[in-house]
Nanobody, 115 residues
Framework: QVHLVESGGGLVQPGGSLRLSCAASGFTFSSYSMTWYRQPPGKGRELVATITGAGGVTSYADSVKGRFTISRDNAKSTVYLQMNSLKPEDTAVYYC????????WGQGTQVTVSS
């Protein structure tokens, strides 16, 4: 079955960087777009970035454009989110998701940006 496992979250100071990873299994990874979402404390889940199966097309939320980069390694069935110039408002639980007839989500990884 589809299994997504996020990692790489943690506590970072404003202006710092983190790289999140999402390891996927249970499906043909290269055939599917992958998406990162986040859920800030007390708020709803919001889309952060998407990448197509071959990795040729990416899109970003306006709030992260120019600071975050989504990428993937299809040989490793892993999608990444490089986050630079982090701000306190980036604090959230970050999830990866794949739509394969149904939305499959990972368990999430906490990112806290604070001094």
């Amino acid at each position: 079955q589809v299994h997504l496992v996020e990692s790489g979250g943690g506590l970072v100071q404003p202006g710092g960087s983190l790289r999140l990873s999402c390891a996927a299994s249970g499906f043909t990874f290269s055939s599917y777009s992958m998406t990162w979402y986040r859920q800030p404390p007390g708020k709803g889940r919001e889309l952060v970035a998407t990448i197509t199966g071959a990795g040729g097309v990416t899109s970003y939320a306006d709030s992260v454009k120019g600071r975050f980069t989504i990428s993937r390694d299809n040989a490793k069935s892993t999608v990444y989110l490089q986050m630079n110039s982090l701000k306190p408002e980036d604090t959230a639980v970050y999830y990866c998701k794949v739509f394969r007839g149904y939305d499959y989500w990972g368990q999430g990884t906490q990112v806290t940006v604070s001094s």
